[in-house]
């Protein structure tokens, strides 16, 4: 009597499970043929961001001199290298709230229907394309000595002198802000349309002014969004790196932590104390994310009524 194909014993004689009861199997632990999809993103995340920051970790633990920890060591150490982190955070925690604060105003308008919608959030975008570099050139062109800002005022003799608005603080700031706005902007608008508004129209039916409803119910529902927002062009903003160079002073006031990595890097040759100061940088941005963070659960817990 011949025995079932699925219920055949191999040489050892355990069954063989078919492959619709692996599949099975599979499904009752949440795996599906869906979840595959997944594969190419977790290699893509595996290979561009796990692999090299571990291959970076485990590199700044291998100093040329010393013991594992002395390129840490000689990073605090050294004042010149130790100040790069505040001129960093000086320079990016600035940049960032005033993004994400310039933002709510203008999406929490752009939310509405008006005539020209489509217009003015082209011009809110726009400078999102332009790029650093174009960026910086059209600062210098305009803030710059010789600028149009500072022909005007002293055309109007408003000043005797031009004002250092490039090639300093002022510069890098106002790159981070040009280029990080439309970024605060777009998630900004996205986070207050998925905020219910039948809860604003309930409100104002009860009389409430729409300072009320947006301080009351909007603000609360939207802080989630805010630190998310916050905590995403904050890290853009601290890896600054061609706006300290082209509009700031990277020998000074503008040499942020990423130009004392690239230095030691590519000027020194010195990778593993490279890495070191990358991995510092990390760990500066993980505590600032962290804090927010954990800031937004002690202002507001609970749904938001949508995607905010």
């Not at 571990?54 to 100040?83: E, H, I």
């Not at 805010?226 to 082209?246: I, K, M, N, Q």
């Amino acid at each position: 009597m011949s025995v079932p194909t699925a219920r055949r014993s191999s040489p050892a004689g355990a069954p063989q499970p078919s492959r619709a009861h692996w599949q099975h199997r599979l499904a009752e632990r949440g795996v599906d043929r869906q979840l595959w999809l997944l594969a190419p993103a977790v290699l893509f995340v595996v290979l561009l961001f796990l692999y090299p920051f571990f291959y970076g970790l485990g590199l700044s633990f291998q100093p040329t001199k010393g013991g594992p920890f002395s390129d840490y060591a000689r990073f605090f150490g050294d004042a010149y290298q130790r100040d790069t982190m505040w001129i960093t955070l000086r320079i990016a925690l600035p940049a960032a709230l005033l993004n994400v604060l310039a933002s709510v105003p203008i999406a929490y308008r752009m939310r509405g229907r008006f005539r020209g919608k489509r217009l003015v959030t082209i011009l809110l975008v726009v400078p999102i394309t332009l790029g650093t570099v174009l960026t910086a050139q059209g600062l210098l062109n305009f803030l710059g000595p010789t600028g149009w800002f500072n022909r005007v005022l002293m055309n109007l003799h408003l000043i005797d002198e031009p004002v250092r608005l490039v090639h300093n603080y002022w510069g890098v700031f106002f790159s981070l802000v040009i280029t990080g706005f439309p970024f605060a902007f777009l998630l900004v608008l996205s986070y207050l349309t998925g905020i219910d508004p039948t809860l604003e129209r309930a409100a104002s039916t009860l009389g409430a002014g729409w300072w009320q409803r947006f301080r009351t119910i909007t603000l609360p529902l939207l802080m989630p969004g805010l630190a998310t927002t916050f905590c995403l062009t904050f890290v853009l903003a601290f890896s600054v790196f061609p706006s300290a160079v082209l509009v700031g002073n990277p020998a000074g006031e503008t040499r942020v932590i990423s130009i004392a990595a690239y230095q030691a890097a590519y000027e020194q040759y010195d990778y593993p104390y490279a890495s070191a100061i990358a991995m510092i940088m990390g760990l500066i941005e993980l505590v600032v994310i962290s804090v927010v963070l954990l800031g937004r659960t002690r202002l507001y817990t609970g749904s938001t009524g949508g995607k905010g």
